[in-house]
């Protein structure tokens, strides 16, 4: 049998005959001859010189053989034979060995299998298959290749199994393995085969059986800072069949650059568990700028390959804005029964003050959202929200949705690229009208000295209370013609003050002088329209006319002659005219029936239409600028 050969010899062994004929062996023979394909030929079989005798083993020397010629890349057939007392037996069957070097060893095989996965290119091996192959092997001594085998050790088997059998098949060199156990690993060597034999086995390729990771989004915005950035994710959707060993996180210039850096790296590295992190440096040290857009993206790694985010996030360096630091307030100006005008402060930004002092988080604001209750102390909900694509940011907006005299709750809050803020503090603004216009005010009482009014609040309020301080005021121009009104500071404008006296010293007027006197009340949208104008002179009521007489000279039949003598007392008023009354007969009830109001001469009056034998009663009144007199 064949022991092994090199170039230049050849080992054989011999097993002994098993039948000796009836007589012990007395030597074996060994012939050789050169090879034809698959035995077509004669082949002619020589002793060979070297090898006889009862040695059982025989090594064939090409350089010191002499029987015949042997040459190196050619293949012969040997066979020997056993001799007795009786002579030389039959041949035995033949091995074939050729004068050559062992079968090469191959290279180690070679997985085809992605380290990254992407759209267009395709990779042979799955998570259940591995695709391999190896690389041809030179042979030796001109001895032919004839093919490969490759074998196949289940990690914890410890059993080489060969998978792929292809002796005589030296064109293929390659061979696809199925049926394999995701997420387990293997590991794989080639031998290669000629005439002689299998070559030594190659050296090992141990892999897992798995794919890179796929499904990787990009990162995404869970919070910031004005110095730093909380990113977050989700692993990839599809762990290629092996765990994730760590990602990978990557950060531009933070102006625009195509170029990304790895940051973090001691954070990151070896932790497949985290689902977020925050940055605070870029990539070189330093500070992240505030305001200033940098770019991220990440790469998830199994043991296998790796995959990146889909595409890289952007984010700016800035916290959320903060509350605004004022509540909504309320423009009476705009304000009426059947609409609220509101209006809210803009939050401030870098570098209009420094970045210390800005209320916009660091980010320019790019809505502002105001939310109202429904009246009722119920939930508040978005009343008005801005576009973040509109380039003007208003600051007022008019609720036409309210009801005269409810109050309703108002907030609002600031929105920046990274986020709504927090809401500023509750304001509570109410739809009302300026009150209605107050009755003028009435004339009590009146001296020399001194006015006494009473006034009038209004009927309306227009949904607002009137101001418990300075809620009403009483106006009066100086008495002389044309003056303008101005407020008398003696009165208080309590709600409980509906009355007034005026006094000239107080008050700074001036006997005699005629007086315009309106009054008006205010509640929390405004004034009032003043009330009508009462006009009142300073001067006390005539004196009562105690001079009237009947003219019996001048009465008749159906007419009565009256006379009265004019008042003389000095009065800071002048008597303008006289009215005379008399008690109707029918009703009882005085009635004017003569009007000398505006001629102070008028001192008689004949009455006509009376009755013989009946009686009257006359009076007369002086009249001045106030009225009449008792």
């Known amino acids: 049998m064949f022991v092994a050969a090199t170039s230049d010899q050849i080992q054989l062994s011999f097993q002994p005959t098993s039948d000796n004929g009836g007589s012990a062996v007395t030597e074996y023979n060994l012939y050789a001859a050169v090879a034809t394909l698959d035995g077509a030929a004669v082949e002619t079989y020589i002793e060979v010189n070297s090898c006889g005798g009862l040695l059982m083993a025989c090594t064939l020397v090409r350089t010191t053989e002499t029987s015949q010629t042997f040459t190196t890349g050619v293949t012969y057939r040997f066979r020997f034979s056993a001799t007795n007392v009786i002579g030389e037996g039959e041949l035995s069957n033949s091995v074939t060995v050729s004068l050559a070097a062992p079968a090469v060893q191959p290279a180690k095989p070679v997985l085809d299998r992605a380290t990254t996965i992407t759209a267009t290119t395709v990779y042979k091996s799955t998570k259940t298959s591995l ?9 030796l001594d001109a001895l032919e290749v004839d093919g490969y085998k490759l074998y196949m050790t289940k990690q914890g088997t410890g059993a080489a199994v060969c998978v792929y059998d292809g002796s005589r098949n030296n064109q293929k060199l390659f061979y696809n393995v199925t049926g394999l156990e995701t997420g387990k690993r293997y590991s794989f060597y080639v031998v290669s085969v000629n005439a002689n034999g299998v070559s030594a086995p190659s050296d090992e390729l141990v892999v897992i059986i798995c794919l890179p990771p796929t499904g990787f989004p990009k990162p ?59 940055v605070t440096q870029p990539a070189g040290g330093g500070a992240l700028v505030t305001g200033q857009a940098y770019r991220f993206k990440l790469r998830a790694t199994n043991e296998v390959g790796h995959v990146e985010s889909t595409n890289f996030a952007e984010f700016v360096v800035a916290s959320v804005p903060l509350a605004p630091p004022t509540p909504p307030s ?30 916009d988080g660091g980010s320019a604001v790019l809505s502002y959202d105001l939310w109202r209750d429904d ?4 939930d508040f909900s978005t009343l008005y929200s801005q576009a973040s694509s509109q380039s003007i940011l208003a600051l007022t907006f008019t609720d036409f949705n309210v009801q005269e005299g409810v109050t309703y709750r108002y907030k609002y809050r600031a929105r920046n690229i990274n986020g709504w803020g927090a809401f500023s503090g509750v304001a509570y603004l109410f739809a009302a009208a300026k009150p209605d216009q107050p009755a003028a005010p009435t004339l009590l009482s009146v001296t020399d000295d001194s006015i006494g009014l009473q006034l009038h609040a209004p009927t309306a309020t227009g949904g607002a209370d009137i101001l418990g301080v300075n809620g009403y005021e009483l106006l009066m121009d100086d008495g002389t013609l044309n003056s303008a009104s101005t407020k008398v500071n003696s009165y208080s404008g309590s709600l409980s003050s509906l009355t007034h006296t005026l006094q000239r010293t107080t008050d700074s007027m001036t006997a005699g002088r005629i007086y315009s006197i309106t009054f008006r009340a205010q509640n929390a949208v405004g004034w009032s329209p003043a009330s009508a104008v009462l006009r009142v002179g300073l001067g006390a009521e005539p004196p009562a006319i105690t001079s009237l007489q009947a003219n019996l000279a001048g009465c008749g039949p159906t007419f009565v002659a009256l006379s009265w003598s004019a008042v003389v007392a000095a009065l800071q008023l002048p008597v303008l005219g006289y009215v005379v009354q008399m008690i109707d007969p029918v009703t009882d009830e005085w009635i004017d029936v003569y009007d000398a109001s505006n001629d102070p001469d008028a001192l008689s009056y004949t009455h006509f239409g009376v009755i013989t034998g009946e009686s009257y009663v006359f009076r007369v009144f002086a009249v001045n600028f106030n009225g009449r007199s008792t």
Request: proline share 5%; aromatic share 10%; hydrophobic share 35%.
């Open 375 to 378: 009246g009722l102390g119920g």
């Open 220 to 278: 995404k915005y869970l919070s910031s800072t004005k110095t730093s950035m909380t990113l977050g994710w989700e692993a990839p959707s599809d762990s290629g069949g092996c765990p994730l060993l760590t990602y990978t996180l990557y950060i531009n210039d933070g102006l625009g650059g195509a170029s990304f850096t790895s940051i973090d790296s001691t954070a990151l590295q070896d932790k497949p568990y985290l689902t977020q992190h925050t």
């Open 330 to 359: 309320q423009n009476f100006a705009y304000t009426d029964r059947d609409r609220i005008r509101i209006e809210y402060a803009a939050l401030t930004s870098s570098p209009a003050v420094s970045s210390a002092l800005a209320t």
């Open 131 to 139: 695709y391999l192959t190896w690389a041809a092997v030179t042979p």
